[in-house]
């Protein structure tokens, strides 16, 4: 019980800045005992109150995104409500190929984001076209797809997030981050929504994961918001590659 309560609060403060907590919480999960679905649907209604915690622990920077938060929300319902779907109807080892892949190339495109932006305003600057404010259809299908993924298995789904709102929309890390942190807590709620209906929970451990979740994600929240850009990147790249590596070696 303490260990899974101390994997909650580790998540929910690693969710709230960068995203990958499931990669903490679901390890150990496992080793209680838990197949891996009932871990799966317990982790997802455990860190919804983490979600919800780190997304009010970035409220500043939500001003004035509220329009781009209700877009790019209805995508993220849409895909979590499919992933967590697609994880009662297809083999637990479905998403295995996939995952390191998705991961690994989200990593890429934020290491490169400072260059994919300048690449990006000068294209804009040569063509005359003026950025859009909700990154237009492309944006709102990869997100939603990236939606199927973190309804599916949460874990990294913050880091691909991350990635396609840098590559595509004109605005400061930190502020993409707390849409990240929104999106990730509609993804888990109607996941956790589905299961309640046709999935078994430990609900123990679900207690202790919302317990802690919701008090990790609040102090991350606080702490994330004074990184710098380029701090906030390197935490990003450096805690996606730890989670890429444990991704390859499961």
């Known amino acids: 019980m303490a260990a899974v309560f101390a994997a909650g609060v580790g998540a929910g403060a690693i969710n709230s800045v960068v995203g990958s907590g499931t990669l903490i919480t679901f390890p150990v999960l496992l080793a209680t005992g838990l197949s891996p679905v009932t871990a799966t649907v317990s982790n997802a209604l455990g860190l919804i109150p983490g979600s919800v915690s780190g997304a009010i622990g970035y409220r500043k920077e939500l001003s004035g995104q509220r329009r781009r938060v209700l877009r790019l929300g209805a995508g993220a319902l849409l895909g979590g409500l499919a992933g ?8 637990e080892d479905a998403f295995e190929t996939i995952v390191p892949v998705l991961v690994g190339l989200a990593l890429v495109l934020v290491a490169l984001q400072p260059q994919i932006g300048r ?13 859009r404010r909700d990154g237009g259809p492309l944006l709102f299908t990869g997100l939603t797809l990236a939606s199927v993924y ?5 874990a990294a789904q913050g880091i691909i997030y991350l990635s396609l709102m840098g590559m595509l929309l004109d605005e400061s890390l930190q502020r993409l981050n707390a849409v990240k942190n929104v999106l990730s807590a509609v993804v888990n709620t109607v996941a956790a929504l589905f299961f309640l209906f046709a999935a078994d929970f ?6 202790l994961l919302a317990t802690g979740s919701a008090l990790g994600g609040y102090a991350g929240a606080k702490v994330g918001r004074r990184f710098s850009p380029l701090a906030l990147r390197i935490l990003v790249v450096t805690v996606g590659t730890v989670a890429l590596v444990q991704l390859l070696l499961r």
């Open 84 to 91: 967590a779907t697609l994880l009662l109807a297809l083999p």
């Open 119 to 131: 690449w990006v305003q000068r294209r804009r600057e040569r063509t005359g076209v003026p950025p």
């Open 150 to 154: 973190g309804g599916y298995f949460t």
């Open 202 to 207: 430990d609900w123990t451990a679900v207690g």
